[in-house]
């Protein structure tokens, strides 16, 4: 009689198996944790974003480039005998702008243009002078009597030129999601500061379109931005009831805040008198305008716009009151690029677990 054949059945373990990869699994997940927790934490403090700039010096004071030591702001004198003009680089409606140089440094030399408007120049100055932060460009010197600013030089110019210096070779590898969403964490950061700076809450009013919003901020070279143009922030005070308006003409297109546009229809003529005043809400209401251009069309950007649909949803609500706080849309974008790099450095973890 034929024997069958007799199989050995070898049981393995499964259990033990499966609790071994999962604890290498959860360690993993913690390592990864870890990495990305130094990674944001470097991030945010030694690129110069932390909330104590050690760059800057005591009010009156600045410091160029390697120079450890702060100088005094340079004074007319100073900056009549040490500035040397280069070109013009740029002029608008209250200043002309020249590339200058300064002991070998670049510097920007800002002249008052037209005398009509020489309180707006001034009050830049003030602002200026009074703001001084990681948020704002670096005053050098000033001299009132002669209607004149030193600043930094930054070469990459402002940030309408943002599209045009991230096709450039040197720069290709900053064109991803990740940092254009830092530039908007920077501008929101910056809306944020203003809104409750040192004076006050300020509104940023020379904002009637997305390229005069570009132009009032620099690009810098570790792509950071500054805001430069401070011509046009008033003050709004709620203990008083002190609201503002910017500017005494029409405001017009869907760019401006609707509290900011002519009440009354076509059939009412415009009167400035007549024209209600508003607070800082209409800066939250440009926000998802200005993202949108930061975050661009590269690979990834629209999961950002799709993280960041709800809190700009909530930045057009038609009623001022119903935004948010610029302290609100910056944490909601501070989550957003912690999620998203969190998901990108373990992807497929969630399907694992």
């Known amino acids: 009689m034929e024997k069958k054949p007799h199989f050995v059945r070898r049981e393995f373990p499964p259990r033990e198996v499966s609790s071994l990869s999962l604890a290498l699994l959860l360690a993993t997940v913690l390592l990864l944790n870890a990495l990305l927790y130094l990674y944001l934490n470097k991030f945010y403090i030694s690129s110069g974003r932390a909330e104590v700039d050690p760059s800057l010096c005591p009010f009156g004071y600045f410091k160029l480039g390697t120079v450890k030591n702060c100088s005094p702001w340079l004074s007319c004198e100073a900056i009549n005998r040490e500035v040397r003009k280069l070109k013009c680089v740029g002029e608008g409606a209250v200043k002309k702008v020249f590339l200058s140089e300064w002991k070998e440094n670049k510097v920007v030399l800002s002249q008052l243009t037209n005398s009509e408007l020489k309180e707006d120049f001034l009050h830049g100055l003030k602002m200026l002078k009074a703001l001084q932060s990681k948020h704002v460009v670096r005053l050098l010197g000033y001299c009132e009597q002669q209607f004149t600013i030193l600043t930094e030089y930054h070469p990459l110019g402002s940030l309408r030129r943002l599209n045009e210096t991230l096709h450039i070779p040197k720069y290709k590898g900053m064109n991803t999601w990740?940092?254009?969403?830092?530039?908007?964490?920077?501008?929101?950061?910056?809306?944020?500061?203003?809104?409750?700076?040192?004076?006050?809450?300020?509104?940023?009013?020379?904002?009637?379109?997305?390229?005069?919003?570009?132009?009032?901020?620099?690009?810098?070279?570790?792509?950071?931005?500054?805001?430069?143009?401070?011509?046009?922030?008033?003050?709004?005070?709620?203990?008083?009831?002190?609201?503002?308006?910017?500017?005494?003409?029409?405001?017009?297109?869907?760019?401006?805040?609707?509290?900011?546009?002519?009440?009354?229809?076509?059939?009412?003529?415009?009167?400035?008198?007549?024209?209600?005043?508003?607070?800082?809400?209409?800066?939250?209401?440009?926000?998802?305008?200005?993202?949108?251009?930061?975050?661009?069309?590269?690979?990834?950007?629209?999961?950002?716009?799709?993280?960041?649909?709800?809190?700009?949803?909530?930045?057009?609500?038609?009623?001022?009151?119903?935004?948010?706080?610029?302290?609100?849309?910056?944490?909601?974008?501070?989550?957003?690029?912690?999620?998203?790099?969190?998901?990108?450095?373990?992807?497929?973890?969630?399907?694992?677990?």
């Open 178 to 353: 990740h940092r254009r969403l830092m530039l908007a964490i920077d501008y929101v950061s910056i809306i944020r500061y203003l809104h409750s700076s040192p004076l006050g809450t300020l509104v940023m009013c020379d904002s009637n379109d997305l390229d005069k919003v570009l132009s009032q901020y620099l690009l810098t070279s570790d792509f950071h931005i500054l805001v430069n143009d401070l011509d046009a922030l008033p003050l709004v005070n709620r203990s008083t009831g002190k609201l503002v308006k910017c500017g005494h003409r029409e405001l017009r297109g869907e760019f401006v805040a609707p509290e900011q546009r002519w009440p009354y229809g076509e059939e009412v003529p415009f009167e400035d008198d007549l024209m209600p005043p508003y607070d800082e809400k209409t800066d939250i209401w440009k926000i998802p305008d200005v993202s949108n251009f930061f975050l661009g069309h590269v690979e990834g950007s629209d999961i950002v716009r799709l993280h960041l649909f709800d809190i700009h949803a909530a930045c057009k609500k038609k009623d001022p009151a119903e935004r948010p706080s610029a302290q609100e849309v910056l944490d909601t974008y501070r989550k957003v690029l912690t999620l998203l790099i969190r998901e990108a450095a373990m992807p497929g973890t969630r399907e694992m677990l």
